[in-house]
């Protein structure tokens, strides 16, 4: 490898990267090491008796949550809250079900042997694009804007009042001529600007891959902060942390798709759901499942959007936050708004995100591989819920 030029160039810089290098690799490597090996071999696909939703952020798995994955368990099966580092107690009888945006490593404080992980996947470009609009949001509800596109409508509404005065000296803004709303300068951070922000180079970019290998910044792992600093100064290494991510996401009960929500959604109720009430039904408790009888039809129902924005992070709906634009208005404004991104910038996201980018195309490539490894789940499934459907319509039938 040719670290000449690393620090500006000259022998002693290249002297001094390459060291790094050697250290970082050492690092990664037993990191990467012990992660494999801490992987147990086995069928992943069959529910334990904890199930650990690891949420990433920006690919409506809050919706997940609350519309599939809840409606299984009921409330009574979620694990209760905490006030220590943890923020649940697993040890409680009824115990089951927990969901946190904590990354992987959290198994190192749950009975792995006991515990079954399922997450949900979004393509790294349109989960920057949530991210950064999620952010400009946030930011406006301090202001008097719900949202992104209240803010741009303002900004509009300023231009055309100062229309032929010199906007620039009277409020000293650095106003943009420009349609596009990933770009109002006046407003908000840019895209441009947004992606290369330290914060979102540390935690956004990546996210997904560091979140499954248990390598954020809120990582339960001593070494994760060296490791995640190696791996952003040498991205080579990155494929250490790729396999890792990818070996964990074969070993997990279920795998989503914000893409493919439909499919991800009949697949978690063919796949979990069966199993979710046989557990229930052993425990000689029925709640939970009168639940579940319509959780195919209303969430294969569920569009694009609301996926995306259905559920906000303090659990308000866009319906609450937004006032004169409906939601499918507001998706079809970012549609466009994402239209306009420079191809340039569009490039820049994919680079910062080659991780997220391999680890996606590869939760794709075996989505179907993991329905066909283990269909006998399939079978349980139909035999499952027509049991359910039996308990709910006439309790005292026999199926």
């Not at 009277?170 to 840019?190: F, Q």
């Amino acid at each position: 490898m040719d670290f000449a030029g690393v620090n500006g160039g000259g022998s002693v810089d290249a002297s001094s990267a390459e060291k790094d290098f050697v250290q970082c690799e050492k690092i990664v490597r037993e990191w990467a090491r012990s992660a494999l090996e801490e992987e147990i071999e086995g069928d992943g696909h069959t529910l334990q008796d904890l199930l650990f939703f690891l949420h990433v952020p920006r690919t409506g798995g809050r919706t997940y949550f609350h519309c599939l994955v809840k409606k299984v368990y009921g409330a009574a099966l979620e694990c209760p809250r905490s006030y220590d580092k943890l923020r649940f107690d697993p040890r409680k009888p009824k115990c089951r079900l927990v969901a946190t945006h904590d990354d992987y490593s959290i198994m190192s404080m749950l009975p792995r042997e006991k515990t079954s992980v399922m997450t949900v996947l979004r393509h790294p470009v349109d989960r920057v694009f949530s991210a950064y609009e999620f952010s400009v949001e946030v930011a406006s509800r301090f202001l008097v804007h719900p949202n992104l596109t209240s803010a741009t409508e303002l900004t509009k509404r300023i231009r055309a009042k100062h229309k032929g005065r010199d906007a620039r000296k009277m409020k000293g803004l650095s106003y943009v001529n420009s349609n596009d709303s990933y770009n109002v300068e006046e407003m908000a951070m840019p895209l441009h600007q947004f992606i290369n922000e330290p914060v979102v180079l540390d935690t956004v970019h990546n996210g997904a891959t560091f979140q499954v290998a248990g390598l954020t910044n809120n990582s339960y792992l001593a070494e994760a902060h060296d490791v995640r600093h190696c791996v952003q100064k040498f991205t080579i290494l990155g494929e250490h942390v790729l396999q890792v991510a990818q070996k964990r996401l074969d070993n997990m009960l279920f795998v989503g798709l914000t893409e493919k929500h439909r499919e991800s959604a009949k697949m978690f109720v063919n796949v979990v759901g069966p199993q979710v009430i046989s557990q229930i039904a052993s425990d000689s408790s029925m709640e939970g499942l009168s639940k579940i009888k319509s959780v195919t039809e209303q969430n294969s129902l569920l569009s694009d959007s609301e996926l995306d924005s259905n559920y906000h992070q303090d659990g308000t709906s866009d319906q609450k936050t937004t006032e004169n634009v409906s939601t499918e208005n507001l998706e079809g404004i970012k549609k466009n708004a994402r239209l306009l991104v420079p191809d340039t910038v569009l490039q820049q996201i994919r680079s910062l995100n080659s991780l997220d980018l391999r680890l996606f195309k590869y939760a794709e490539g075996g989505a179907q591989e993991r329905v066909q490894r283990f269909p006998r789940h399939q079978t349980l499934a139909s035999h499952c819920i027509s049991h359910m459907f039996c308990l709910f319509y006439t309790p005292v039938c026999k199926c």
